[in-house]
């Protein structure tokens, strides 16, 4: 079985501690309580998610994980790669790899258009302690070729449908257990599109 080397437990609170989304004090401690995966047609970049709880809130972490270092986001962020990276680490067989934190990296932003646009699902991971994340794209409207939807990533998760709103043109739905696999799911909203002015 492959390991990663640091383990997500030791970088992912202290980098969840200095974001600017995290509603706690100090470092959290937290456990997980979903998962999910995305594919990158390339095959090039892994993409998953981590949805955390340290009790309290459900956080979720999109994380891109590539061979080499990311160069500047042209189109996707103006966030410095340095900023966007949560952590470096080791992999057992893939060797180095650079983790980041996936809403600056343009392979996702793409993925979940698609997946939006597909109305498709993700993969997902299941265990005695920790449930599936029942992940799934929902389309509304249609947007204008060539545009792009801003994605807005709900890093703060809470039961209920995406706000309404004619530029609204699609979300990522999911389900989550907060209270262990064996408790009921909770579904939200993940993600939600919105058309770029002028053009839904």
Avoid: K
Avoid at 54 to 65: F, L, R
Wanted: aromatic content about 8%; hydrophobic content about 45%; charged content about 15%.
């Amino acid at each position: 079985m492959a390991t990663i080397t640091p383990q997500f437990r030791d970088f992912l609170p202290p980098w969840i501690a200095r974001q600017p989304w995290y509603s706690g004090e100090g470092v959290p401690s937290t456990r997980p309580v979903g998962f999910y995966r995305l594919e990158d047609p390339a095959g090039a970049v892994g993409l998953e998610t981590h949805l955390l709880t340290d009790g309290t809130a459900v956080y979720q972490i999109p994380m891109s994980y590539r061979g080499a270092p990311l160069a500047r986001l042209a189109g996707a962020s103006q966030a410095d790669p340095a900023t966007a990276l949560i952590s470096q680490a080791e992999h057992s067989e893939l060797g180095t790899r650079w983790i980041y934190d996936a809403v600056h990296d343009p392979v996702w932003i793409a993925v979940v258009t698609e997946l939006v646009l597909a109305e498709g699902g993700a993969a997902t991971r299941s265990s005695d302690t920790v449930g599936p994340a029942l992940v799934r794209g929902v389309r509304y409207q249609a947007w204008a070729a060539g545009a792009q939807p801003a994605i807005e990533l709900n890093r703060m998760l809470v039961a209920g449908p995406p706000p309404e709103g004619p530029d609204v043109v699609g979300a990522v739905m999911g389900g989550w257990h907060a209270a262990g696999a064996s408790g009921p799911a909770t579904d939200g909203c993940l993600a939600m599109l919105r058309a770029p002015a002028g053009r839904a």
